[in-house]
């Protein structure tokens, strides 16, 4: 066994700023067809207005223009607003449009960023407009008092988008936390959606844009709602039960979860991750929300394993489970190997409790009878060796599956050992595919060394253990 460490990498803090280059790639990945709603969206809302422009442009010249411009950026960061709360929704549909929830929630942090810069915009825009006619004018405009409901309740609605953009892009808020945080951006939903309505009447001429608007904001509504009952109740989930819960490591349970009724049988396919919520159970109680784990068992059976790692309060507490107790399941999601191809010579890379896909798919490999083409190395990592769950599963599928290699690395020395350790036993790296799937830490610094490598990064294949 190589000794090798991240440990500095795997307990780097979780940010979304820190995942820049796993964002870049995803802008990449998704697609324009995956972008295509919300783009239809905006420009619906703008087509609604643009009609109008003659009357929008009022008075005539320069103030006319910054008037319109702050209308029409208005209604385009609505749309956007909308557009990201439907994309915050945990459909399979969207999910496989966008080859990933993660890729998904890149876009909604995107079209959530882009509607907050023109919601910025537009009453800048009507102040700047104001301005000409009088500086008088633009001041009383750019305070929210004195101006009525409308401009208050116009001025809250971004006050609560900013603390919300805050809470996403500042890393060091705890996960409950920016989770209420979000929620409680739908108070601010509320407060644009009477700010557009109490105001519309009095822009008379955008009669359609006004209705464009509204129904827009009618499903932005729809989905807050949706997915506040998906989070709480099992309208969309499967019934499990812990068939069986053992320990696999100081830190890390195993769960077998088995379906509670016959019926449509659960399919999945190796790399995938499903949400699940344990209700209250022998051993366990509380933390009945969806956390989202990856399935550790090769597909084609009835039931599924999970291992679970206390990495906070409820995976803590899930260390308890028992037999017997009840979970609903989300999912199917995601799918790391979505495209793989098994001709071309590949590299995987699993830090800590990033192991799980690998599980899945080597055991996916051992069952299947078509051996790879081509040569597989798996690098697993883990800061203790005495605290590795999924290790044995792995050493077993991978000792019954020619052309793969498990490699095996212990924490010590950071993230340039591994590269050192890849390159020595897997080089040349250019000809390889690359899966990584572990910390949000160890994932940027090995797309950093890859890239410093000359990989391409259409060859690099993440998942995130992180959603925000
Ligand atoms: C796609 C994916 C697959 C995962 N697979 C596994 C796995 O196979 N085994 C495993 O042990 N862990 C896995 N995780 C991590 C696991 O979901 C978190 O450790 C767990 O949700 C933490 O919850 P907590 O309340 O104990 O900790 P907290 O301290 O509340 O959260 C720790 C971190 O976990 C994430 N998290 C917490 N709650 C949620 C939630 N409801 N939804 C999404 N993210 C959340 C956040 O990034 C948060 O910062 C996976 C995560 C993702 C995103």
Redesign the pocket.
Known sequence: MAAVTLASTAAAK?SPAKSASLWRRDLRAAGVRAWLPSLAAVVLALVSWLIDWPALAQPAGLQGVLRALGILTGAAGTALWVASLVLMLRFRALDQRFGG??RQYFAHHIAGTLAYLMLLAHPVLLVAAAWIASPQSAAALAQPWGQGAAVIAGWLALAGLMAMMFATFYGGI???R??RLHAASALAYVFALAHVAELLPAWGEGRLGAIVLVVAMAGGFVAIALRRQLDRTALDARSFIVERAMRASPT?IEVVLAPTAAGAPFTFAAGQ?V?VAFDAGPGYAG?R????????SAPGGARFT?????????????QGLATGTRARVQGP??GMFRDADFTRPQVWIGGG??I??FIAMAEALTATTAVPAASIDVYMLARDPHDAPGLAALRAAVARTPNLRLIELTANEGPQAVRAAVLATSGPLVARDFYLCGPPGMQEATLAWLAAEGVPGARIHA??????
């Not at 929300?289 to 550790?296: L, S």
């Open positions: 979780t929830l993660d705890a996960y409950g920016w989770k890390t991750f949400f933390c929300d969806y956390h989202p784990f990856t399935i550790a999970l291992l679970i790692r206390a990495l906070g309060g409820c995976t803590a507490r899930m999601y995601g409790i990033g799980t896909p998942e995130r253990f992180d959603f925000r």
